[in-house]
């Protein structure tokens, strides 16, 4: 079974995506399949999947430090705020649309039945589940419609631990005003607490542990340090925190421009762990004194932010750090402003505008956007510093929504491998001063930045490094310091573990067979070692033949199993609070959908009932069923019939129950441990 443990927030910011991304590395190193997954993320560092799709960084790195291939279903919906009040919406990968805060509230439970499918999918591929919530829980004014916090992890049927930062201060006002403000129901998720970010003696915080433990009644699972562990960042709070400050000494200085809508600053992690780079995110035109390499990076609102350049003189001093022969760089949003014209008639209706003329080129905005990871090869002759990267493969992603088309005096920067094919991209000057990409991801390629970065110390009369820093490497030795600081400040086996387990430890069996085949004996025999029994009656007793048939299955139960007449809802029966020895059988799940086919279609005629969108809410109720089973740690039984066997109803009712029926059961086939066809009295073990 699934495992799932889920990780919320006292406050954005609090150390939720790290933390997360150490337990994926902890679950990994301890042999477990393990994914991360959050259901909607609002952030503008965002990535691409080997299949093309849009999600965001945080789960990317975190399934990375999992040891697994990042999956669009890790983060189903991806926000990318293009100004205060607007954001695009990415659903699965795609983008689906422009919404406004309000519209979007409104519209999110359309999205639960898809993010619980997606959820459910991934849960079936992989031992642990480690979820992540999204600012925090207490939001109250959000909480009817919630799909990432609480309202997630009633979805998944899974334990919450509550993260708080004490570097931010407050940190017991903040975990008892959060618990505080959750309905029980909510509180009773929550199993533990971990304190974040945490400088000096820990001996300091035993008293008002003591204290916040009895008030709160939820124990404080550890204490984890202040750790500057080198992993990315989810969004721009850590931008706005001063992370990069960058004031260590180091011999080159890469100024990069702080754009108010800017994203992907992820790109510049591997030159940031550059041992001779220091990183400096700038909004000053002061700033850029001692830039020995200037970047305009990806923006999520690209005429906005070119607008602001040139109102916050950003752009006169970028010019003029050119002029005085300083190398300048632009990705994606940053190396279309550099350009000489940006046509947008799709995303702000501006119209033509100037760009920072440093490359003679055009933009034209395009409705569709690319998304794809590509292989390149740098351009075989570069000038000035790029010389050294002339040849060289490089690795990454594109996420834009214009083309950009190369006047005269520039030249081709690198030629991309897409579909078979080889597409120019990029831009630079003869004297190598400006140079352009659509390319996210460059500088994680190790031998273009090391020469790039060499390019760099020979303008200053430096000698050039000869050992190629491994980013890949890297990222991986923090990982693993983050999993062994986890593992001695928190009680992982104690802990997370037996929260992660208890989360789903049972079995989910299905048992199917014709009318009258055996199949009722058959699932009751293989829990009859249960020393508790919960019978889930699922039929209505509409007439006195029915109630026969009731009594007689009741007749040949043993005595002490407790009996639930129920066909709806079940999920509030199949819990987390029943002991692993126990066990559930539910009978049968082809009534429940005839119940629930006459309780959608109510007083109509069957001939006018619209089963499209009634098998829809059939499907909705499956999914929450399927993941009640998968959470419970006692072994479920669930029966259901076996329908259609190649005859086909004479009237529309009852081919479209067969239909409904069928594809049911091959939704709880696929979700179950084990299925079992039972005919003529035997069963056969299909799965």
């Known amino acids: ?11 954005s910011d609090v ?49 990375e430090a999992a040891g697994i291939t990042p999956d669009v279903r890790m983060n189903p919906v991806l926000l990318k705020p293009t100004s205060d009040r607007q954001a695009q919406v990415v659903l699965m990968g795609k983008v689906a649309t422009n919404m406004d805060a309000v519209s979007y509230h409104d519209y999110k439970p359309r999205l639960r039945e898809q993010i619980l499918a997606v959820y459910n999918s991934l849960a079936q591929e992989y031992d642990v589940i480690v ?160 830039a020995d390499l200037v970047i305009l990076p990806g923006s999520k ?86 010389a050294a990267a002339a040849g060289l493969p490089v690795r990454g992603y594109e996420i834009h929504m214009g083309e950009t088309v190369l006047q005269e005096g520039c030249c081709t920067a690198m030629t991309l491998q897409k579909n078979g094919c080889s597409v120019a991209d990029g831009a630079v000057t003869a004297d190598g001063l400006a140079f352009g990409t659509y390319l996210h991801g460059l500088f994680d390629s190790d031998a273009f930045t090391r020469a790039v970065v060499n390019g760099l110390r020979a303008r200053k009369g430096l000698a050039p490094w000869e050992t190629t820093f491994c980013y890949a490497e890297h990222k991986a030795r923090q990982f693993d310091l983050l999993a062994e600081t986890m593992r001695q400040h928190i009680d992982i086996d104690k802990n997370l573990h037996h929260h992660a387990t208890a989360s789903g430890a ?53 005595a ?19 002991a692993p020895d126990d066990a559930i059988l539910l009978e049968c799940i082809t009534t429940m959908v005839t119940n629930l086919l006459f309780a959608l279609g109510g007083e109509n005629d069957p001939e006018q009932w619209d089963y499209a969108a009634m098998e829809r809410a059939i499907d909705d109720e499956i999914q929450i069923l399927i993941a009640a089973c998968q959470r419970c740690p006692a072994k479920v039984v669930l029966v259901t019939n076996e329908v259609g066997m190649g005859i086909v109803p004479e009237n529309r009712l009852a081919r479209h129950f067969r239909d409904i029926a069928g594809r049911v059961n091959q939704r709880l086939a696929a979700a179950a441990d084990e299925v079992w066809l039972v005919v003529s009295g035997i069963g056969v073990k299909i799965k």
């Open 131 to 290: 979820l992540e919530g999204a600012g925090s829980p207490a939001e109250i004014n959000l909480r009817d419609r919630d799909i990432v916090n609480m309202g997630m992890a009633e979805m998944a049927q899974c334990p919450v631990i509550l993260v708080a930062d004490i570097d931010r201060g407050g940190v017991f006002a903040a975990i008892y005003g959060t618990l505080a403000l959750l309905h029980k129901q909510e509180r009773d998720r929550v199993k533990g607490v971990i304190i974040n970010k945490f400088r000096g003696d820990v001996a300091l915080l035993y008293s008002g542990i003591e204290q916040i433990e009895s008030l709160t009644g939820v124990p404080v699972l550890g204490v984890m340090p202040w750790l500057d562990v080198d992993l990315e960042d989810e969004d721009g709070v850590a931008l706005q925190n001063d992370k990069y400050r960058g004031n260590a000494p180091r011999d080159i200085t890469i100024a990069i421009v702080q754009l108010p809508h800017i994203s992907n600053f992820t790109d510049f992690n591997a030159l940031a762990a550059q041992p001779d780079v220091r990183i400096r995110y700038i909004r000053r035109p002061e700033a850029l004194t001692d």
């Open 560 to 578: 002490h199993w407790r009996t639930a007449e129920c066909w709806r809802h079940l999920d509030t029966l199949i819990t987390a609070d029943l």
């Open 1 to 11: 079974m699934t495992q799932a443990v889920m990780l919320q927030g006292t406050a």
């Open 301 to 386: 609102n690209t005429l906005s932010d070119l607008a602001w350049l040139r109102e916050s003189g950003m752009a006169d001093a970028v010019l003029q750090t050119h002029r005085q022969g300083v190398p300048v760089m632009g990705i994606c949003g940053g190396y279309q402003m550099l350009g000489d014209t940006i046509v947008d008639e799709v995303e702000s209706g501006l119209g033509t505008q100037p760009g920072l003329g440093l490359l003679n080129t055009i933009t034209r905005f395009a409705q569709d956007k690319t998304t794809t990871q590509v292989n390149a090869t740098m351009s075989g002759e570069l000038p000035g510093w790029l």
């Open 506 to 558: 049972g079995m989910m069996i299905l048992v199917t067979g014709g009318a009258r085949s055996g199949k009722s004996r058959h699932a009751e025999a293989l829990i009859s070692d249960a020393p508790q029994v919960l019978y889930i009656a699922t039929s209505q007793i509409l007439d006195d033949e029915m109630a026969a048939r009731i009594q007689h299955h009741k007749d040949g139960r043993p």
């Open 15 to 63: 150390g939720k995506s790290v933390l997360v991304a150490g337990l994926c590395r902890i679950f990994y190193q301890d042999g477990l399949r393990t994914a991360p997954f959050k259901s909607q993320n609002m952030a503008l560092n965002s990535g691409i999947t080997p299949d093309g799709k849009e999600m965001g960084r945080a789960q990317i790195f975190q399934a």
